[in-house]
């Protein structure tokens, strides 16, 4: 499957501030979904990018596909204590490709 | 309501013993597929199934097997082969076994050693 690297594996941010993590592929991605894990629960799909340079926003989240289709990007605007969690990223291949192989994740706490 | 349900939530083994992690599914999915979780780690893909009657390895496949008997379930069984067993479980589904499906994912199964 992608081999992709997540950065950055942990992040501290106080409530309000801006938050960001990436997912960097050495090859080009067909696709890619970005999950999140609250802490003791299970993955939830928050979002799927498909086209070169796709940007989508989910109230505070945006979501980028680079041109490139080789990183991507989640960006939490003024962080809340609900966002707490590790947000995973999910490239895929594409073609026959069945899996889709997740990175590391970067954990992100809020302090209040 | 549709979901994924694992269980049972925790499990403990002893040495030298089998153990099975039920996942049961009402979405309709075709494809089914179980992970593991280390601390710290991301998701690593022990096996997948497209279809009743079908499954494939994943990336860590060695010291666990699999059954896929009904459409619905999709039973992970540790054996005693696998020697660090202890790790949170994920079984999830999908409509299809494509990397553009959004995959959905049951509660876990927190399993330790005895």
């Known amino acids: 499957g992608q081999q992709v690297m997540q950065i950055p594996q942990y992040q501290h941010v106080q409530e309000g501030e801006d938050f960001t993590t990436y997912c960097n592929s050495s090859?080009?991605?067909?696709?890619i979904q970005w999950y999140k894990q609250r802490p003791g629960g299970h993955p939830v799909f928050l979002i799927q990018?498909?086209?070169?340079?796709e940007v989508k926003k989910q109230k505070r989240l945006t979501f980028q596909f680079g041109e490139a289709k080789k990183n991507s990007s989640l960006h939490i605007t003024a962080t809340q204590t609900t966002d707490v969690g590790t947000y995973f990223c999910?490239?895929?291949?594409?073609?026959?490709?069945?899996?889709?192989?997740f990175g590391k994740g970067t954990l992100l706490t809020v302090n209040p | 309501d549709g979901g994924i349900t694992q269980s049972p939530k925790y499990l403990f083994r002893k040495e030298g013993q089998n153990v099975t992690l039920s996942c049961e599914q009402n979405?309709?999915?075709?494809?089914m597929y179980w992970y593991r979780q280390d601390p710290g780690q991301g998701l690593r893909l022990i096996y997948y199934?497209?279809?009743?009657?079908?499954?494939q390895k994943g990336d860590i496949a060695e010291g666990y097997s699999v059954s896929r008997e009904k459409k619905e379930s999709f039973p992970l069984t540790v054996t005693s082969a696998q020697k660090n067993p202890t790790a949170f479980y994920l079984c999830?589904?999908?409509?299809?076994?494509?990397?553009?499906?959004?995959?959905?994912f049951g509660d876990g199964t927190r399993l330790s050693i005895l």
């Open positions: 999830a589904s999908s409509i299809g076994v494509r990397s553009n499906q959004p995959q959905h």
């Open positions: 090859t080009t991605l067909s696709n």
């Open positions: 990018l498909v086209k070169s340079g």
């Open positions: 999910a490239p895929g291949s594409g073609g026959s490709n069945y899996k889709l192989t």
């Open positions: 979405l309709n999915h075709d494809a």
């Open positions: 199934s497209q279809i009743v009657n079908d499954f």
